[in-house]
C-alpha cells in the first residue's frame, strides 16, 4: 500500500511529506492545518476559515465569496459531508 495521492479527509489538501499530516504522522487522516496540536480535527467553523483564508490569500477573493467557496468545498469532504448545516 502506497500513501500517493493521499488528501485531507477534511480540506482536500494533498498530503505528500509527513509534515503536512496531523502530528506528522501518515497514517492521521487528515493534515496539520485541520487539527489541533492534539491532532484532534477542529471545529468545523475554524477549518471554514482557514480554508477561506487561503482562498483569500492566494486568490485575492473577497472574504465574503471565499468563505462560499470554502464552505461548498467542505461539504463534498468526508469529514464534514453527513454534517447537517445549510
Ligand atoms: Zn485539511
Do not use: I
Not at 29 to 57: K, S
Amino acid at each position: 500500500m502506497t500513501l500517493k495521492c493521499v488528501s485531507c479527509g477534511s480540506c482536500g489538501f494533498p498530503m505528500e511529506k509527513p509534515e503536512d499530516f496531523a502530528l506528522g504522522d501518515p497514517s492521521q487522516p487528515y493534515c496539520r492545518y485541520c487539527t489541533d496540536r492534539a491532532g484532534a480535527l477542529l471545529p468545523y467553523e475554524d477549518v471554514l476559515e482557514t480554508n477561506a483564508r487561503h482562498y483569500v490569500e492566494t486568490q485575492g477573493v473577497n472574504p465574503e465569496a471565499a468563505k462560499a467557496m470554502a464552505a461548498a468545498l467542505l461539504a463534498s469532504m468526508p469529514a464534514w459531508r453527513d454534517r447537517p448545516h445549510a
